[in-house]
């Protein structure tokens, strides 16, 4: 395939007067001479600190989201009725004993109920300390629903019967990190399933109507624009309205990310049609016509390599919209809905102003969401500017 | 110019034609016909509705004939009479309830807009012209943050801080006192201290966008040889940057009303959800869930409708700018 982009990129690269052999150059730029197009974007990837940085914590997103049972340290649908709305708990370093250790632990928590307002607050007791064990068992689960096992990131090891809340519980003892941790796995893969949706969406009709022009072009161009000038909110919300109320949790899902996605693909299809358009008048793929290949063979051979890094670049851009949008209409109730745990869902407890002032760790699911759609798009940034090496 | 926009509004008539038929699909959508909802919530009620009058309302409606055929009744009945329907849930015409709401909806976009035109551009003038400097640099990253936060997070973390800060509740566009009070001096001030949460959390998106394209247009601009040879003739830096290049990089500005305006109205049905705004949102998202489809067709319709006379507006003012688009559009 990179032969292919290279014999693609050929008519871009700038002529250079004398044709140089390779051995003539200094040595870093001979290698630029010779590198690969996939070289040079990475290359131009790499230098590009702050995208590496964002592709760094999407990665570990979705590690946290294929592994949840395993990072998560308590089951999230366990309700522990004695421990409601507990705040984070800090990790300390200072033992019962008041001495200081390596090991992190929690300190106990005890309860009491204030006089005027009868409500629960709860304050760490100094004088009971477990340790965080890594590796340490905890609660059964089953990994990806196959593997059984009882060994968890974290844990409290053989006190895991005691409170342990880093990020707080909610309004049922739910322990709030166990729950944010599964949402990622709806979140994010909401994401992915969505855009890939919407790309084959937009390939196909994007394709069509760069290739074939006409009135195919024409048609799918007004639907574009008619879809683009539609307010895209109020019809998700009710489209997702309009899901049965009897659908199995799954179902819901997929609906869902159907919906996201049949608004979705506009801008991918433009994307693809602009690509199309320009590389039809190329000299490579007249060459390769002359030459007697067929439509596909020239398609995918040929001008989908051409273009294949901008539009991952797109892509990459698209799964925050994804991701935000499904957040947005779980939050407002339209969307995905318990027992389903997504961080949409989640935030359905933040709604109301009066019990975030209190509580306001219920927001933390919204700031994961936070750092996933920052993330993403400092790495399509990056990748957007990677994918012309030959740009300035 | 006249046959330009002549042009554009006979494009703009199939769109809007295309809108209407997806708001009645929306209506359709949920099984079973509304009449049918209507008689199960009033026997609910304790009220039971006779067999003559479910008769007149199905003939009103057309609910024995063709979709086609109710479709056409439902178009006639906006066209001609205003009439949108019934609302279900509220239990008195569509029509009387949506208008105050849209034009809170139409007055809150369009706030937004202007604001955040107003802080764009000086932003993204001082951004271009010094480029890499320490203000440079917090607008650009404060730009990042603000297009990655959701604008109902920002809004909930905003009145969050409000309420256990300052103790004050931010929500909706009046305090209490004000709310059915007629309108008076203080009934505008009022609302000045509430409407800018929501101004400024909805442009929030919008301003850290145009800030980057305004900074990267006018960059572009900055190094063309007229604006060179324009300095080597003595022009003062403010003239020559806010006379010739500001001018050239306004483009994206004026193209982008027509999706700032849907951006706006959408992504303001969240805000306004949260904020607890009187904007067509929370009554959209009412009518959703307790399927009162009549009201949420004619918002959908009526929100859809405003999107496309905002693209009509700004593709108008870009031709009357821009001499190029209106000859190459003949």
Redesign the interface.
Known sequence: MNENIAKATVSTVPPTPAPLAPEDLPSSEARILVASPRQLMWWRFRRHRIAVVGTIVVILFYLVAIFCEFIAPANPDTIDGAHKYVPPQQISFIDANGNFTFRPGVYGLSPHRDPVTLRLSYTSDPKQWYPIYFFSTGPDYKLWGLIPSNVHLIGLGPNSDQPFFLLGSDRLGRDMLSRIVYAARISLSIGLVGVTLSLILGIILGGISGLYGGTADIIIQRVI??L????????W???A??L?PQWSPLYVYFGITCILSLIGWTRLAREVRGRFIALREEDFVLAARLCGSSQMRIIWRHMVPSFLSHIIAVITLAI?GMI?SE??LS????GLRPPVISWGVLLQD??N??T??IY?WL?LP?VA??IV??AF??MGDGLRDAADPYGR | MLQYILRRLLIAIP?IV??SI?SFV?IQ???GSFLDDYAAQLAQQGEEISGQQLEALKQAYGLDEPVYVQYYKWVKGIVTRGDFGLSLEWNVPVSQLIWERMGWTLALAISTLLCTWLLAIPIGVYSATHQYSKLDYLFTSLG??G????G??LA??L??FA??HFGI?V?GLFSQQYQNAPWSAGKVLDLLRHAWIPILVGGSEGTAGLIRIMRANLLDELHKPYVISARARGLSERTLVWEYPVRVALNPFVSGV??AL?DL???G??LS??LSLPT?GPL??NA??A?DMYL?GA??LL??I???FG?LISDILLAWLDPRIRFSAR
Do not use: C, H, Y
């Open positions: 624009e008619f683009r000038s539609m307010p895209t909110i109020p019809l919300l009710a489209l309205a309009a049965p925050p935000l957040t947005a939050f407002l109730g339209l933040a709604q102003v009066q975030v002032a306001p927001l919204g969401v936070v759609i920052l798009n400092f | 769109t295309a809108i997806l929306l959508l949920p099984p990042f943050i297009l990655g936060i959701p109902f997070m909930l973390v009145m969050w309420l256990s509740d929500g027509g999706f849907p109205v959408s992504g049905v969240i959800v949260v067509a959209l998202l959703l869930t399927k949420a918002l959908v929100v859809g405003l999107t496309i693209t």
